[in-house]
């Protein structure tokens, strides 16, 4: 199992928001603060995303991925020193813009590894996806949108592919679990942990994985990743309990042996201790709206 697909597969929502806007110059067109992620690709002209750092340019069959909330923004032009810069292109930018208000703790640590934009040119089965979302939000038949929210993800999951397939995600500006799975040393023993993480890891086992000694191993994997691996594995374990937790009715001690707990004790005190509550708490907690709502991002 790579991280990169269980990370993806990690991505849902509850609430996808999807529209097509054909805005005439001069236009700005704020992201929602509220939102986890934003989808934007115009379809005709093309756009600007601004608010952080340099000004980002979106073509046609360009897509960008905002990460939220924020106070970016889509305009006809950027802005030098706080005045409109030279015109944009002439005539209607025609653009389709997707909102996700996301869950799970599995989305979380996906939030946590995008920058604020990520852009990918769409190609391979990511440009044929555009024309069937335009049809989509023109259709007016019953199911739209389950159709919409289904098209969607399979973007998303496509743009971010892709954007994991460049070589600049994992240059030295990009997110650190980027640059550790293509250690020789760390991605291994990453990508061992995301196979089996119910799997009894010891450091030496890792090291074994990825072809070094011990001191080596864990070195390089606090270097690059910034913890340790052992409270790496903790967390994305307690990463998996929480969505368990959340999306089944499974006794607590089956959920501790699937995350790699022999005894439902020590599992719940390495949850509470990353969570603040037992896991019998954090299961009613997010079945409850009111609970739900405070602890969805965005």
């Not at 240059?171 to 760390?186: F, G, I, K, M, Q």
């Not at 990825?210 to 990463?239: D, H, I, K, N, Q």
């Not at 607590?252 to 969570?275: C, E, I, M, P, W």
Request: charged share 25%; proline share 9%.
């Amino acid at each position: 199992m790579d991280p990169y697909d269980e990370l993806l597969r990690g991505v849902r929502t509850d609430q996808v928001r999807f529209r097509r806007v054909e805005l005439s110059p001069p236009w700005t067109l704020p992201f929602d603060a509220e939102a986890s992620l934003t989808l934007v690709t115009p379809l005709g002209g093309e756009g600007w995303i601004e608010g952080d750092g340099a000004p980002r340019r979106i073509a046609v069959n360009d897509t960008a991925v905002v990460r939220g909330p924020g106070r970016l923004r889509l305009t006809d032009r950027p802005r030098a020193g706080g005045s409109p810069a030279t015109a944009g292109p002439p005539g209607p930018t025609v653009l389709l813009v997707g909102t996700y208000r996301v869950w799970g703790e599995v989305s979380r640590r996906l939030l946590d590894l995008l920058p604020p934009v990520v852009t990918v040119p769409c190609q391979d089965g990511c440009s044929s996806l555009l024309d069937l979302l335009n049809d989509q939000v023109a259709d007016g038949r019953p199911g739209r949108d389950a159709v919409l929210d289904r098209l969607l993800d399979w973007l998303l999951v496509c743009v971010l592919r892709g954007w994991f397939d460049q070589p600049a995600a994992a240059d030295a500006n990009s997110p650190a679990l980027l640059r550790a799975l293509s250690d020789e040393a760390v991605g291994p023993a990453l990508r061992a942990m995301h196979a089996a993480p119910a799997e009894p890891w010891t450091l030496l086992a890792l090291a074994r994985e990825a072809g070094v000694s011990r001191t080596t191993l864990a070195g390089r994997f606090t270097r690059l990743v910034g913890e340790p691996p052992l409270a790496y594995l903790t967390e994305w374990r307690m990463a998996l309990a929480a969505d368990l937790l959340t999306e089944s009715t499974a006794p607590l001690a089956s959920v501790a042996q699937r995350v790699g707990y022999a005894d439902a004790f020590g599992f719940s005190t390495a949850f509470k201790r990353l969570h603040g509550m037992s896991p019998s708490a954090y299961r009613d907690c997010v079945r409850s709206p009111e609970c739900q709502a405070e602890k969805r991002p965005g």
